[in-house]
């Protein structure tokens, strides 16, 4: 495990199956650095390592983390076990690993059984980025900086659609 911004409290983990998942996971971290949360970014494995995944899990919300985020690919079972081993909010990424896009799973991690939930994002790093986005959501509810910095991030994205508007050109050149 590690801290990547450590002059934060780390308040999110950012959990991932096997480290070919980082360059998606990657995304998150971005975010979470550009709002300045204090994170760590720990590679662990329901399957491979399943002892490590459950001790990780248990012993998170006595470590001080409020929000875990897990990515994992294949028979994505890795939100969903970590879910069941401790009450903090888990947030699911499905990562795109194998011959079937991703929809394996995306099906592992979002269908749930009823009373363990994981809030599934999209697919790849589009839900990686979005898994910190919704993080930033949450901890912005007791953080009136946090939900300063998410309203100027928010109006920033609506600009950016205005100033595209002004280049849209047709025909291509
Ligand atoms: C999953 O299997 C991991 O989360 C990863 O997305 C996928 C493939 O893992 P590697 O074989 O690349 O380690 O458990």
């Known amino acids: 495990m590690?801290?990547?911004?450590?002059?934060?409290?780390?308040?999110?983990?950012?959990?991932m199956g096997s480290d070919s998942d980082?360059?998606?996971?990657?995304?998150?971290?971005?975010?979470?650095?550009?709002?300045?949360?204090?994170f760590e970014l720990v590679l662990t494995s329901a399957h491979r390592a399943p002892s490590r995944t459950?001790?990780?899990?248990?012993?998170?919300r006595g470590r001080g983390i409020k929000i875990i985020i897990a990515g994992?690919?294949?028979?994505?079972?890795?939100a969903g076990v970590i879910?069941?081993?401790?009450?903090?909010?888990v947030i699911g990424v499905p990562i795109d690993a194998t011959s079937l896009g991703g929809l394996d799973a995306l099906l592992?991690?979002?269908?749930?059984?009823?009373?363990i939930p994981v809030a599934t994002m999209a697919v790849g790093k589009a839900g990686a980025k979005n898994a910190a986005l919704f993080a930033v959501r949450m901890l912005s509810l007791a953080?009136?900086?946090?939900?300063?910095?998410?309203?100027a991030y928010i109006g920033k994205m609506a600009r950016d659609v205005e100033a595209k508007q002004e280049k849209l050109k047709w025909p291509l050149s």
């Open 22 to 38: 980082l360059p998606v996971m990657g995304e998150a971290a971005k975010i979470l650095e550009e709002f300045g949360i204090g």
């Open 54 to 60: 459950a001790r990780y899990a248990a012993e998170a």
């Open 108 to 115: 592992a991690t979002v269908q749930m059984p009823g009373g």
């Open 143 to 151: 953080d009136k900086k946090m939900a300063q910095k998410l309203d």
């Open 72 to 78: 994992a690919g294949a028979a994505a079972h890795l």
């Open 2 to 15: 590690r801290a990547k911004n450590a002059r934060n409290k780390v308040v999110v983990s950012v959990v």
């Open 83 to 89: 879910a069941s081993h401790t009450p903090l909010p």
